[in-house]
Structure formats: C-alpha cells, structure tokens
C-alpha cells in the first residue's frame, strides 16, 4: 500500500454509518464535508481534504487484488489524491484493465531503474508490445547512432533480479506534479531529450513527475503507490532485446503461455528498422517534422511502404509453390481490412489475377438469430454470428466453376438480403475477407495448400517517448471511434461501451489465429494519429463526466494532446485512413 503517513484528518466510521475526520472532530470549526458513492451504494460522509485510500479503506468487502489506484468521479487517479466534491469513487485493483495499465507502467520504471543501477549510462527504449509483454533495447547512446546493445543470458539474469529486488523493497512510487519549466529542467538534467521536446509542444501548464529510488520519469497514465505488487512478471530474451512479460487483467497472479512470436517479431523488426532509417520514431520526431512543413513528404514515404508491403504480399500468392486459389484475409476490428483487401486486389491484377473479393460480414445472420455474449449483449465477434453453412456452399459454387449469387447484409435492418451473382474465371482468385478468416473451422474441406492467410493489424505506432509506448488497441479504439461517428450515427459513448465486449471477442476468435498466417501487414501508418484526432477529440469530449466511460475518453483525449494536427488533405485518397476519416478513392 502506498507509504504515506496517515493525515491528521484520517477517516472513521462513525455510529450513524458516516465517514469523519478526527481532527475535526477535535476541532470546534465544523470542516467542510462532502459526499461518496462507494461501489457498494453506500453513501459516506468525509472531510474535504481527505484522500481516497482513506475512505477506500473502510470499504465492507474488500478488493479481489491489490488496489493500486482509485476512480473518483469517473476519472482514474491517485490514491493519495484529496476529495474536494462530492461523487462517486471506487478502487482500482490488479483485476481490472486499468490497473493491469498501471502495472504495466509501474513495471516498466522498475525495468528502467534496474538497469540505470546495473548498467550506468545505459538507456532503455521501449518498442513495441509482443508476446504478452513490452519489447525493449538498451542503447549506450541516441538510438539514431548507436546498435542496440547485445545482452547475453547473464545480463537479462541480472537485470530481473535487480527487478525483483526493488519489487521485494516494496519501493514507494513518489508522484509529484512540477511546473512546465521546472519538469522541463527536472527531465533535461536526466537525459531525457526526447521527453523534453514532447513536453515543450503540449506546453502544459503542470507536469506529473515520478519518482524511485532517485529516478525521475513522467508516464502517460497513472503509476502504483509503489512497487511491491507488481511481483508477477518475467524477462524474456530475444535478440538484441528482452521482453518484459506481464500477466492479463483477468488473472493478474500468472503470467500467460508464451507464444509463437517468430513471424510477428519480424514484421515488428522490420518496422523499427523503417522508421530508424526515417529518423521516425517518437511523437516528439513527428511534432518536428510538422512543425518544420515536412508532413507531406513523410506522409507519402509512409503510404509508399504501405503499398510497398502489398506488392510483397501479392508477389508471396503469385509465387507461392502451391498456386492457392483462396486468399483469406483477418484482422481486428478497426485494421482497415476492407481498404487493404482493395488494394491487395489492385496489386493482384497487376500479377495477371482476376480477384473476386467476397466480405464474411455479409454472411451475418439475421440479427434475431445472432448469439449473446456471457453478458446477454450481441456477440457479432462469435464464430457463430456467422452463416458459415451458407458460405461454405457459395465457396463450394464458386470452386467448382459455377456462378452463384451472394448474399448482402443490411445492417440497418439486420437482416440478409439478395446480393449480386458471382462466377470465377480463368486466373480468378476469390479473396475472403473477414474477422474468422483464419479459422480453419470457417473451410474445413478446402485443402489447406489452396489457401494463402494474411493478417492484418495496426501492430506497432510511433511511440510517445522512450518510455511510453502507444498501445495497438488504442490506436484501433481510436479509429474506430472516428468511423462510427462518421458512418455509423454512433456517438464515442457508445463505441467506448461496446469496445470490452469487441476485445473479448478479439481475443477468443482472432488472437488465437494470427500465428497461422502465410503473411503479416502491419496496416499502422506512423502519421495517422496526428490527422486523427481533430476527428476524436470534439467527439471524445461530448462524453460526460456522469458515465463511467468518461475516464476513458478523458485518457485517450489526454494521449491525443501529445500530437500535433495534420492537414486532412495531405492524406492520400487511396491510404488506408480514409476508411475512417471520408474522402477515399474506394467505395465501401
């Protein structure tokens, strides 16, 4: 728990079911009192002034896991935090997704330090996430000049058990919040250039500073009290780097099975080496480019890698020794899987193919007939939303060389309709696209050697500094947000309810499948935040603090302050954003 003396103001239940102060009890001034909704109902009474580990600590039924944070008014904050209106307020423990993010964070500070304490001068660099954990390099100076450091067996040894060290210390975590310039001086005497020129283009008026053991960090998002319960984790090398490995939010006492990382290690390698070569890589590079009228030009570098990769991949079916004649393409929800799948298509027929691209969502069932979640909401992410007999006989028509006609799902209806007839012709290829493509479940009579799989995902973005990577499920939440309210009448409160039951679908029906695939596109483009969120922002901020959604779409309004504006009109008609943003060259 966290290490702070308890206030002169420390809480009490009283007789009548309140919450007061023991000084002010003593005090012939009557305090200034304000009211909580706990989780439970019950409504208590406590001095203003007095913070929310105190009051979360006269909660009848205790937390599952170690309480790290608090929510206060629908907002993630510190437990030290002093009440001063009345509202709702609730712990945040080791089970939930936010404080598995704190962990996370919390984590990785104690990463850092316990290299800072083995390796003087050493800097860690937090790339991307992989295998249930954050990938990492150590640099001995600006990564732009420098390999990363190879680390032998011995070292990442060493490294953990100087993790677990400050972990068993039960180290508190001091949080403190500087004025701009004197972070800025704080973070400039530490090395940290990198979060400095962040810092300057949000400009701020207040910073958040974190401690531990004499290093200093600022971290987007809120950190542990201190680091005694972040004891389940583990380092796992992988060249030239290491792992840092972390449990689920929904079993936060064991880490996961490792997984078969091999292909998606690759494709994460190969995107830090594009944007080494860019000198691209943080939120603060970005903001220089924008800033020095520069966008344009990486806007279409970037788009060019993109189109880049699809010729690759086209040429990888071309190729392929076994001639596929199916090509199933998957991918979470927000991937631009549909604008990808279109373009693939173009550098197809480039290749001599005749692609024939059927969508899996037309095959929904009636919306009476679709299942419901452990929650009773519809399940559109289960296998089972689909009418995978209607497909498989389609599939079977088209195979055998005969014409059929497809249906069409109306989704203001929720209902299938009649779509148009389909034929394959010599050189065709039928192109399936979808969120259960890569289930062998969805065409288990079709030989495997005459299926090509790709998966599709924004896999890997800028990261905001060093140390504070930007997470994939963000940046799809993010567009996501943006598409619905342009195309779908929904506003951010609803797809921010709907987003837990979407990721829990994503982890039992994609997830599982995404080491199957022949091919990987990393569908992120580095510059696509920035245009973005003029989209996000004003819809994100319609949420209202009475929802409790509303810490969400406070952190991700928060995140997007990091980024400067792009000019919409820079972004291509043909890029992959214009699914999300309007204005694209394709028709959906």
Request: net charge negative; aromatic share 10%.
């Given at each position: 728990m966290e290490k702070t003396k308890k206030r002169a103001g420390a809480v009490k239940a009283s007789g009548n079911g309140r919450v007061a102060s023991t000084a002010a009890a003593k005090s012939k001034k009557t305090a200034r009192m304000v009211t909580m909704t706990l989780p439970d109902g019950q409504k208590v009474r406590v001095a203003a002034g007095t913070t929310a580990q105190e009051v979360l600590k006269s909660l009848k039924a205790p937390s599952p896991h170690p309480v790290v944070a608090a929510r206060y008014r629908n907002k993630v904050t510190s437990l030290s935090r002093p009440l001063d209106q009345p509202g709702s307020l609730a712990p945040v423990h080791l089970g939930t997704r936010d404080g598995a993010l704190i962990a996370r964070r919390s984590l990785t500070f104690v990463l850092i330090a316990a290299v800072q304490e083995l390796f003087p001068g050493v800097q860690v660099h937090i790339n991307?996430?992989?295998?249930?954990?954050?990938?990492?390099?150590?640099?001995?100076?600006?990564?732009?000049?420098?390999?990363?450091?190879?680390?032998?067996?011995?070292?990442?040894?060493?490294?953990?058990?100087?993790?677990?060290?400050?972990?068993?210390?039960d180290e508190p975590i001091e949080r403190t919040t500087q004025p701009l310039d004197k972070a800025l001086r704080i973070f400039g005497e530490a090395g940290m250039g990198e979060k400095v020129r962040l810092l300057e283009y949000m400009a701020p008026k207040a910073v958040s500073v974190y401690k531990l053991r004499g290093h200093v960090n600022h971290f987007y998002g809120q950190l542990a009290p201190s680091t005694g319960d972040m004891r389940t984790f583990e380092l796992e090398q992988l060249e030239p780097g290491l792992i840092l490995r972390f449990p689920r939010s929904n079993n936060p006492d064991e880490l996961p099975p490792r997984q078969d990382i091999a292909q998606m290690s690759g494709v994460m390698h190969e995107y830090e080496r594009w944007m080494r070569i860019l000198r691209w890589r943080t939120v603060a590079q970005l903001n220089d480019i924008i800033a020095g009228g520069q966008v344009r030009e990486y806007v279409l570098i970037a788009e060019a890698l993109h189109e880049k990769r699809l010729s690759q991949i086209a040429d990888m079916i071309t190729n392929h020794p076994r001639q596929p004649k199916i090509v199933l393409l998957a991918g979470p929800s927000s991937s631009g899987k549909t604008t990808t799948i279109k373009r693939l298509a173009i550098q197809l027929r480039v290749n001599g193919h005749r692609p024939v691209v059927i969508g899996l969502d037309d095959f929904f069932v009636d919306r009476d007939r679709t299942p419901r979640d452990e929650h009773g909401d519809l399940d559109f992410e289960s296998f089972h939303a689909i009418d995978v007999t209607r497909l498989q006989a389609c599939v079977r028509e088209l195979m055998s060389g005969r014409s059929t006609r497809v249906p069409k799902f109306d989704f203001k209806a929720g209902r299938s309709v009649e779509g148009e007839e389909l034929r394959l012709e010599e050189n065709s290829l039928l192109i399936l696209e979808g969120i259960h493509g890569l289930n062998d479940q969805l065409l288990p009579t079709i030989p495997d050697g005459m299926k090509f799989k790709i998966y599709a995902s924004p896999l890997t973005h800028l990261n905001v500094d060093d140390h504070n990577r930007i997470s994939s499920a963000d940046a799809r939440l993010i567009r996501r947000i943006v598409r619905d309210n342009n195309y779908r009448g929904h506003d951010a409160l609803a797809t921010i309810m709907r987003w837990p039951s979407v990721r829990r679908g994503e982890e039992r029906n994609i997830f599982p499948y995404q080491h199957c695939a022949d091919a990987i596109f990393n569908s992120a483009l580095p510059y696509e935040l920035a245009a973005l969120r003029q989209f996000a922002i004003p819809v994100l901020k319609a949420v209202k603090a009475s929802h409790p959604e509303y810490a969400e779409a406070a952190r991700l309004i928060k995140f997007l302050s990091y980024f400067r504006d792009i000019r919409t009109d820079y972004v291509p008609r043909h890029s992959l954003l214009r699914e999300f943003i309007g204005g694209s060259c394709f028709t959906y």
């Open positions: 991307h996430s992989l295998d249930h954990g954050y990938y990492a390099e150590l640099y001995c100076d600006d990564y732009r000049k420098e390999a990363p450091l190879g680390l032998s067996p011995a070292d990442i040894g060493a490294i953990e058990r100087r993790m677990r060290e400050i972990v068993a210390a």
